[in-house]
T-cell receptor
Framework: DTEVTQTPKHLVMGMTNKKSLKCEQH?????MYWYKQKAKKPPELMFV???????INESVPSRFSPECPNSSLLNLHLHALQPEDSALYLC???????????????FGPGTRLTVL | AQTVTQSQPEMSVQEAETVTLSCTYD???????LFWYKQPPSRQMILVIR??????QNATENRFSVNFQKAAKSFSLKISDSQLGDAAMYFC??????????????FGEGTQLTVNP
């Protein structure tokens, strides 16, 4: 299985809603990532988990709350979002090797989020 | 901090022809990795090709090859025999070999490739 899956594919939410995005991989990767991507722009890193612990938080507002329940799952909890948070949210995973091959990131298909 | 620059926001190519996408980067590190990712209209990010900085040989994957010039900090992607399915946004990305807590990628702004039939 060389796939990263994300659910839901699309999400529309109001500014007072609470929702969650889910990401799953079964490649034995111990690093997992959340990215935010606006149209025609590169992905922006939000969070990195390594060995199920948060290792990088790119100064993301607290209305985004990541969670890594186990080595295969990554969640992003959303609360009180703003319309400018509308974007494609990409999940990725990779091995934690620092040398040689096999350190590339595999991306999921993304969740298209619209905040009304 | 590392930066990645893609100077061609848009490129077009005729089907079956060859096109080269440019990428330059700035780093003070000697050990790193470079990637080209493709993002078609579906917006799924797909790894196209990878280059390790310590390897002098240019990477090749079927119709895709790179021209890696370490001294010039240049990493261009050549697509041969272009196909309609190659139409996508292409991102060049850099990764330090020092990262131990997950491989942080630095992306360029992307090049939108159109393939004309």
């Amino acid at each position: 299985d060389t796939e990263v899956t994300q659910t839901p594919k699309h999400l529309v939410m109001g500014m007072t809603n609470k929702k969650s995005l889910k990401c799953e991989q079964h490649m034995g990767h111990r690093a997992m990532y959340w990215y935010k991507q606006k149209a025609k722009k590169p992905p922006e890193l939000m969070f990195v988990y390594s060995y199920e612990k948060l290792s990088i938080n790119e100064s993301v507002p607290s209305r985004f709350s990541p969670e890594c329940p186990n080595s295969s799952l990554l969640n992003l909890h959303l609360h009180a979002l703003q319309p400018e948070d509308s974007a494609l949210y990409l999940c990725a995973s990779s091995h934690l090797r620092t040398s040689g091959t096999g350190n590339e990131q595999f991306f999921g298909p993304g969740t298209r989020l619209t905040v009304l | 901090a590392q930066t990645v620059t893609q100077s061609q926001p848009e490129m077009s190519v005729q089907e079956a022809e060859t096109v080269t996408l440019s990428c330059t980067y700035d780093t003070s590190e000697s050990d790193y990795y470079l990637f080209w990712y493709k993002q078609p209209p579906s917006r799924q990010m797909i790894l196209v090709i990878r280059q390790e900085a310590y390897k002098q040989q240019n990477a090749t994957e079927n119709r895709f090859s790179v021209n890696f010039q370490k001294a010039a900090k240049s990493f261009s992607l050549k697509i041969s025999d272009s196909q309609l399915g190659d139409a996508a946004m292409y991102f060049c990305a850099y990764r330090s070999a020092k990262e131990t807590s997950g491989s942080r990628l630095t992306f360029g702004e992307g090049t939108q490739l159109t393939v004309n039939p």
